[in-house]
T-cell receptor
Framework: GAVVSQHPSWVICKSGTSVKIECRSL??????MFWYRQFPKQSLMLMAT?????????EQGVEKDKFLINHASLTLSTLTVTSAHPEDSSFYIC????????????FGPGTRLTVT | KNQVEQSPQSLIILEGKNCTLQ??????????LRWYKQDTGRGPVSLTI?????NTKSNGRYTATLDADTKQSSLHITASQLSDSASYIC?????????????FGTGTRLKVLA
């Protein structure tokens, strides 16, 4: 089956610093990747959708200058949280889809970000 | 407005018992409905997927049903095990402009006690 990995699985950073999270599709090429954020006891909230080679589309209320998304290749997307604040502490999950016309999306294992 | 609602929000059952989780949706145009299991601190894992024409789908001890007329789905867990403790998320896909949009339910947190 299709596998999506994320790195790191958890990260602790100081307030004001930036942190990068990687999402890779290991055995397929992902035309589209999605980034979600999940707070405790809540469901996943879509932050942005990125198609390879083009700018990400951000959901309403998500600051694109704070959450930088780069989908430079068909197997890698990165999310950079810039100038992190404690309220950015959350569980970040990516998913990948092979084709625009496919309904199948494969989720990564998530990255726990803690900002101190 | 596309919406997916799940009930109950949380549930506690004893090991070996059965339980049923509910999902009601108002999504158009409907494409398919999927149930995911999410362990704490992990990404969601797909359990079942059903399209408009499917009424039921099983995956081991998990059985999902779909009533496209009433826009309701259920996930039945038989002979629960401690490892079933997780969040269960109902996700409905809508097809529009040649691509799929996913609408997530709020999830049901299941706790199975020994």
């Amino acid at each position: 089956g299709a596998v999506v990995s994320q790195h790191p699985s958890w990260v602790i950073c100081k307030s004001g610093t930036s942190v990068k999270i990687e999402c890779r599709s290991l055995d397929f090429q992902a035309t589209t990747m999605f980034w979600y954020r999940q707070f405790p006891k809540q469901s996943l909230m879509l932050m942005a959708t990125s198609n390879e080679g083009s700018k990400a589309t951000y959901e309403q209320g998500v600051e694109k200058d704070k959450f930088l998304i780069n989908h430079a290749s068909l197997t890698l997307s990165t999310l950079t949280v810039t100038s992190a604040h404690p309220e950015d502490s959350s569980f970040y999950i990516c998913s990948a889809r092979e084709q625009l016309s496919s309904y199948e999306q494969y989720f990564g294992p998530g990255t726990r970000l803690t900002v101190t | 407005k596309n919406q997916v609602e799940q009930s109950p929000q949380s549930l506690i059952i004893l090991e070996g018992k059965n339980c049923t989780l509910q999902c009601n949706y108002t999504v158009s145009p409907f494409s398919n409905l999927r149930w995911y299991k999410q362990d704490t601190g992990r990404g969601p894992v797909s359990l079942t997927i059903m399209t408009f024409s499917e009424n039921t789908k099983s995956n081991g001890r998990y059985t999902a049903t779909l009533d496209a007329d009433t826009k309701q789905s259920s996930l039945h867990i038989t002979a629960s095990q401690l490892s079933d403790s997780a969040s269960y998320i109902c996700v409905v896909s809508a097809l529009g402009s040649g691509t799929y949009k996913y609408i997530f339910g709020t999830g049901t947190r299941l706790k199975v006690l020994a």
